[in-house]
């Protein structure tokens, strides 16, 4: 008997599938007993901050208003919440950038001179938590290379470069390449990087939908398909970083999505643009690159580098949404959270930064919501309370994580 989350192993490749109803339970299946499937949380980063005359939702539900920045997830109003007035306090005047950004997932005070410290972030927590129930325990992606040396405020580099960090000296080295972050998804290694991983399991797969349902044969089949289409293109780029910004972010996306789905890894993290980012967008319409550009963060092309990354949580997110699993999708058994480690790149105003989540962690986090934090209090609207709350749904409770020891009212 098969489980209903099988992997098909051949010539060097692990091929996993997504969850299939009909196939019969013999092995252990390790899932979130309270909805019966795996909870899964990635957060994605862009530096620099946002244009604030566009960054702004009113009202719930199905009435909810999005801002122009915000349009990217209008199909997905029912799924999302966006947060105002949260802010990581521990980053307030320390000095711009660096000390903006290295604690941004962990809410550790950092130290200006040669000694990197920081603190485990709240996706290696969950990583080190959850992480022995799948092959990777987690994935942590960039779009941009890290900077080395140090700031000007005397803060190393390393922090505007990195955001997922497994202990306080030592940040997670991020993967830029899409084809290495495919291979490492599927282990796909050796000399057989060339031919396809779908030739190498076609006949397994063959075997799995003799076996199966009418709908998950259909399932199966969608799932082959993005497969291969992610392969494809991720073979274009297979000797080389993409050679613009658009089709990489895509594929870094693709890649968590086929992770999520598949059971691979249950956290992930991409960097979509780092802090003092360098990061071009002819496409755009934009000259120079994103730091440059945040210095007139309330422009209209400003506004458009905004809305371009946060199309690619609405990327990730229809993804999600688009992949059945029991009665919902992968996507509502998620949480993804999206963040900037600034409000205004002009003032490098970190007083409030903007943060959107998107999916329901199986039920268990209430979405289509507007919620405001600003004057609660800085004690009700700290950033690390947030991260409590969604560890507290994924089946890791803490009594204290980073500055805060209470969980964020209302969410």
């Known amino acids: 008997m098969i489980s209903r989350r099988t992997v098909l192993r051949a010539g060097g490749v692990a091929m996993a599938l997504p969850w299939l109803e009909s196939l019969p339970v013999a092995a252990a299946v390790r899932s979130d007993r309270s909805s019966g499937f795996p909870k899964r949380f990635a957060v994605l980063f862009t530096g620099n901050g946002i244009n604030g005359n566009h960054w702004w939702a009113r009202g719930n539900g199905a009435e909810m208003t999005l801002s122009r920045s915000l349009q990217p997830l209008h199909t997905l109003k029912l799924k999302i919440n966006v947060i105002n007035g949260l802010f990581n306090k521990p980053a307030v005047g320390m000095g711009i950038h660096p000390a903006q950004t290295g604690n941004l997932l962990s809410g550790v005070p950092l130290q200006p001179g040669p000694i990197v410290r920081s603190g485990i972030t709240a996706d290696q927590v969950l990583a080190n938590r959850m992480g022995h129930e799948t092959p990777q325990a987690s994935l942590v992606l960039a779009c941009e290379p890290p900077m080395t040396g140090y700031h000007e405020t005397d803060f190393s580099m390393a922090y505007s470069s990195h955001i997922s960090w497994r202990s306080d000296g030592s940040p997670v080295p991020s993967e830029l390449s899409p084809s290495s972050a495919f291979d490492r998804v599927f282990e796909n290694r050796g000399s057989l990087r060339h031919q396809s991983i779908l030739d190498r399991v076609k006949d397994r797969a063959a075997r799995v939908g003799r076996m199966v349902s009418a709908s998950d044969r259909e399932r199966l089949d969608g799932y082959l398909t993005s497969v291969r289409e992610v392969e494809t293109r991720v073979d274009r780029v297979r000797n080389g970083a993409p050679n ?104 490098h105003d970190n007083m409030k930064l903007p943060v959107v989540t998107a999916g329901g962690l199986g039920g268990t986090l209430e979405t289509g919501r507007s919620l405001e934090y600003l004057y609660a209090g800085d004690d009700n609207r700290r950033l690390c309370s947030l991260y409590l709350s969604i560890m507290d749904r994924m089946g890791v409770t803490l009594d204290r994580f980073g500055d805060a020891d209470r969980r964020l009212e209302g969410f």
């Open 244 to 347: 613009e910004v658009r089709e990489h972010a895509r594929l870094m996306c693709d890649v968590i999505a086929l992770g999520f789905q598949s059971d691979r890894t249950r956290v992930a993290s991409l960097l979509l643009a780092r802090d003092l980012s360098s990061l071009s967008y002819p496409f755009l319409e934009m000259r120079g690159d994103h730091h440059s550009a945040s210095h007139d963060d309330l422009s209209d092309g400003y506004e458009r580098i905004s809305r371009f990354h946060l199309s690619q949580l609405a990327y990730l997110a229809e993804r999600l949404d688009a992949m059945p699993e029991g009665d919902g999708t992968v996507l509502d058994n998620c949480c993804l959270l999206w963040l900037s480690n600034m409000w205004s790149g002009w003032k």
